[in-house]
């Protein structure tokens, strides 16, 4: 986590002496990664954490993969999925996935239920409608452009606000989600270079407490899933500290990085994982060499597959392709892809791009998902034999 944060009431030293009004001990609960060898945090418990009443195994949502064969670009269109009756969590519709990450979509008109994943970490993606998050930590208030990392293990739900569905991408990672290594010091400060800073993060500001009993929590495992329930609301924690808690980003505070000439994906680099990266594009100034070519060049990534998720404005190098708000492209290894044909002539002497999209570049092949080929645009393939 970028910096260390402090909520809430906790004694003046850790693994010390803490009592509730009524003279009984606060629960003292180490949360670290690595086991002890990472960041962690400390929260004090009105009651024990480890208090369960039941476990018993629960039906997940079901996941399939294809292989991407025979090899092609692809075009998921989200918005054409069902998105009737369904909460951000078990609502979720996976589109692509490997080994290492997993990607999906969801429209979502209720509240989630109390959830935890044990496998890794989430970064989700609001693209329309508001929502408030609840965990442990805390609640945060998120809307749209807003990124949410949730570490792993972290009890949360997503409570949708307000008239309009909430309309969320969920990356959910078999390891860890952080700023880029490249951004940050030794010591974890983000650096001059960096394209946001501590500035930009959002964390929990109180404890959010809840009196119930008897509490239902879902738990994703590597073995399967669990419905444990809790004795009482895991929501009790009066105040922690550390560097190892939920937090948001808004891609609106991202300041993009340009040059005379046409820039390369990592200055977009958002966030990183085990096997892949996130990346950022945002409305910006673009190229100003008095010869530049404003949009990409023709590019061949050997190593990995690219999925972008398009969420505004107007991706110019793909403008005549079919794509859309809420269309997803993927470009994978042992395929050339590039511009839109008449795109690059189309884009001398622009001075500025208005296009939002997000980036998966996974670095190891991604399969296809029941839902993402239910709503492929099969055609997609054959668009660079197109001029518009």
């Known amino acids: 986590m970028p910096y260390y944060r402090r909520v809430g009431e906790i004694p003046p030293k850790r693994h010390t002496q803490f009592r509730q ?11 670290g990664q690595e086991g002890f060898s990472s960041d962690s945090s400390l929260l004090y418990h009105r009651y024990p954490p480890t208090a369960i009443l039941a476990a018993d195994a629960y039906d997940a949502p079901r996941v399939t993969r294809t292989p991407n064969h025979p090899l092609k670009p692809r075009h998921l269109q989200t918005h054409k999925l069902d998105t009737t009756g369904a909460d951000a969590i078990t609502g979720r519709q996976h589109l692509v996935a490997n080994d290492d990450v997993r ?17 890794g ?19 945060l208030d998120v ?15 997503v409570v949708p606000t307000g008239d309009e569905p909430l309309r969320m991408l969920s990356v959910e990672s078999t390891g860890h989600i952080g700023p880029p290594k490249k951004y940050l010091s030794v010591r974890g400060q983000f650096l001059e270079h960096s394209p946001y800073c501590e500035r930009d993060v959002r964390g929990p500001s109180e404890p959010l407490l809840v009196d ?27 105040g922690w500290d550390g560097c190892l808690y939920p937090w948001a980003f808004s891609i ?10 046409h820039q390369p994906p990592p200055v977009h680099q958002t966030f990183e994982g085990p096997n892949f990266v996130l990346c950022s594009f945002v409305p910006r100034k673009v190229d100003y060499h008095e010869l530049a070519i404003p949009i990409p060049y023709n590019h061949h990534n050997v190593d990995s597959d690219e999925m972008m998720f398009y969420t505004g404005g107007n991706y110019e190098a793909r403008r005549g392709s079919g794509i859309e708000q809420g269309s997803i492209s993927l470009h994978p290894s042992g395929f050339t892809h590039g511009p839109q044909p008449g795109a690059v002539e189309r884009a001398l002497g622009v001075e500025f791009f208005d296009e939002l999209a997000v980036m ?15 709503v492929e645009d099969t055609g997609y393939a054959w668009t660079w034999n197109r001029k518009v």
């Open 212 to 238: 119930e009993t008897e509490v239902e929590v879902i738990v994703q495992q590597r073995g399967g899933w669990t419905k444990f329930v809790y004795a009482q609301h895991p929501f009790d924690a009066v």
């Open 103 to 119: 990607v999906s979509y969801v429209t979502a008109d209720r509240p989630s239920p109390l959830y935890r994943n044990a496998i």
């Open 21 to 31: 009004p009524d003279g009984s001990l606060y629960k003292e609960e180490l949360m």
């Open 121 to 139: 970490d989430e970064c989700l993606y609001v693209e329309a409608g508001t929502a408030t998050v609840e965990t442990q930590f805390g609640a």
């Open 252 to 261: 609106f505070d991202f300041e993009p990085i340009t040059g005379r000439i």
């Open 143 to 157: 809307r749209l452009g807003d990124y949410v990392i949730i570490p792993m293990s972290v009890i949360y739900r």
């Open 360 to 374: 998966v570049d996974t670095f190891r092949p991604l399969d296809l998902c029941e839902p993402g080929l239910s």
